[in-house]
């Protein structure tokens, strides 16, 4: 197995740890930094102060009190995270991410961004083999690219114009660890609808559907259920709004929840809390677009809906099954073996063993 040594930037609107659990992409680079050191290889993280990261060494290229200059004191739990890439606290996090890189760098590091576009000025300053490490955004940039979901590659290729494929450009799913989400109990009553409260991730069809049924909703997520500018009025009677949960409390109410909705009116580059709820051994209700046909499997891990009529039909069949521990095993089990870190870690060293190959014959080399 060949050893590399990564630089991987973390996050500048918020510090990189486990903690902030909804935000994705704090989460992939937690994980991912994980990953890879468990595989041998060599990670320095550069992110902000009160970062907790697996690496062999953890650069601060930002302090909170710059980071609260920039953005404020806000509730992250109640509000949506804040942060553009012009900003004052992202202008601090490139410049000294720059000086810290090209003060360890050496030949045939890897580069790893995770927020595409945002990270482009360190890319091109450090001059380093850099990576795109989890595509789930249209501002992509780099030569070499992994992206959340084959559905979401070709989105981006038919976005940017690219008419043909690239062999150095692959596809890893989203990334899990399995202890998170422990096989669940399945003894609740009620239906869950996880994610930010906007419009378009459908939290209103999840509201009708379970309204129908007479049946209970619990919504967790950053928002509220009456927004205006979002077009929400959701505060019915069945609903309850339990706000941002942690860790803990997301595995436990994913594990005895009917079922998951995921309605995404959106076209979805991967869908996390798909994946998260089959690892808890718990269904997803989803609509039939973006990458939920390769991570909601019918009948099998979930249900893909286009009507209104369809939604009900999978309700039922969701309650039908609750509690059969049959079901649910067999739903955890697929989510293990197709999500799990243990999955995807290996892809990435198939990956960046194909890259390697960059720096003697490129595509002819052979390892035979």
Request: glycine residues 8%; hydrophobic residues 40%; proline residues 3%.
């Given at each position: 197995?060949?050893?590399?040594?990564?630089?991987?930037?973390?996050?500048?609107?918020?510090?990189?740890?486990?903690?902030?659990?909804?935000?994705?992409?704090?989460?992939?680079?937690?994980?991912?930094?994980?990953?890879?050191?468990?595989?041998?290889?060599?990670?320095?993280?550069?992110?902000?102060?009160?970062?907790?990261?697996?690496?062999?060494?953890?650069?601060?290229?930002?302090?909170?009190?710059?980071?609260?200059?920039?953005?404020?004191?806000?509730?992250?739990?109640?509000?949506?995270?804040?942060?553009?890439?012009?900003?004052?606290?992202?202008?601090?996090?490139?410049?000294?991410?720059?000086?810290?890189?090209?003060?360890?760098?050496?030949?045939?590091?890897?580069?790893?961004?995770?927020?595409?576009?945002?990270?482009?000025?360190?890319?091109?300053?450090?001059?380093?083999?850099?990576?795109?490490?989890?595509?789930?955004?249209?501002?992509?940039?780099?030569?070499?690219?992994?992206?959340?979901?084959?559905?979401?590659?070709?989105?981006?290729?038919?976005?940017?114009?690219?008419?043909?494929?690239?062999?150095?450009?692959?596809?890893?799913?989203?990334?899990?660890?399995?202890?998170?989400?422990?096989?669940?109990?399945?003894?609740?009553?009620?239906?869950l609808f996880m994610g930010r409260l906007i419009s378009r991730k459908g939290l209103?069809?999840?509201?009708?559907?379970?309204?129908?049924?007479?049946?209970?909703?619990?919504?967790?997520?950053?928002?509220?259920?009456?927004?205006?500018?979002?077009?929400?009025?959701?505060?019915?009677?069945?609903?309850?709004?339990?706000?941002?949960?942690?860790?803990?409390?997301?595995?436990?109410?994913?594990?005895?929840?009917?079922?998951?909705?995921?309605?995404?009116?959106?076209?979805?580059?991967?869908?996390?809390?798909?994946?998260?709820?089959?690892?808890?051994?718990?269904?997803?209700?989803?609509?039939?677009?973006?990458?939920?046909?390769?991570?909601?499997?019918?009948?099998?891990?979930?249900?893909?809906?286009?009507?209104?009529?369809?939604?009900?039909?999978?309700?039922?069949?969701?309650?039908?099954?609750?509690?059969?521990?049959?079901?649910?095993?067999?739903?955890?089990?697929?989510?293990?073996?197709?999500?799990?870190?243990?999955?995807?870690?290996?892809?990435?060293?198939?990956?960046?063993?194909?890259?390697?190959?960059?720096?003697?014959?490129?595509?002819?080399?052979?390892?035979?």
């Amino acid at each position: 197995m060949n050893q590399f040594r990564f630089h991987l930037l973390g996050l500048a609107h918020i510090p990189t740890r486990r903690e902030f659990q909804s935000c994705a992409y704090t989460q992939k680079v937690v994980k991912l930094a994980m990953m890879l050191k468990s595989l041998g290889h060599y990670v320095t993280c550069y992110g902000g102060e009160g970062s907790d990261v697996d690496c062999d060494e953890f650069v601060q290229v930002l302090s909170n009190a710059e980071r609260i200059a920039c953005y404020g004191e806000y509730d992250w739990k109640a509000e949506f995270f804040k942060h553009d890439p012009a900003d004052a606290a992202h202008q601090a996090f490139n410049r000294n991410a720059i000086a810290a890189i090209l003060e360890r760098a050496q030949q045939r590091d890897f580069l790893l961004c995770p927020m595409g576009n945002y990270d482009k000025p360190i890319a091109d300053a450090v001059g380093l083999m850099t990576v795109e490490s989890g595509i789930g955004y249209e501002g992509i940039f780099a030569k070499f690219k992994v992206f959340e979901s084959h559905y979401w590659q070709a989105h981006v290729y038919g976005l940017t114009g690219q008419r043909n494929g690239n062999f150095y450009d692959d596809v890893i799913w989203n990334y899990f660890d399995p202890d998170d989400f422990p096989q669940g109990m399945h003894k609740g009553d009620y239906f869950l609808f996880m994610g930010r409260l906007i419009s378009r991730k459908g939290l209103d069809i999840a509201v009708q559907v379970t309204r129908h049924l007479g049946v209970k909703l619990i919504v967790a997520g950053q928002g509220s259920l009456v927004n205006p500018a979002e077009n929400l009025k959701c505060d019915e009677p069945h609903v309850t709004h339990i706000g941002t949960v942690d860790a803990t409390q997301r595995a436990e109410l994913m594990g005895n929840a009917i079922a998951t909705f995921a309605p995404t009116l959106y076209l979805e580059p991967f869908g996390g809390v798909a994946a998260e709820s089959q690892l808890a051994g718990t269904p997803t209700i989803a609509t039939d677009w973006g990458s939920f046909p390769e991570i909601v499997e019918q009948d099998i891990t979930g249900w893909r809906c286009h009507t209104f009529q369809e939604f009900i039909n999978a309700s039922k069949r969701a309650v039908a099954h609750h509690g059969s521990s049959e079901w649910h095993n067999r739903i955890r089990a697929l989510a293990v073996q197709r999500f799990s870190m243990d999955t995807a870690k290996l892809k990435y060293q198939a990956y960046f063993d194909r890259l390697s190959d960059l720096w003697r014959n490129g595509w002819y080399e052979l390892n035979e």
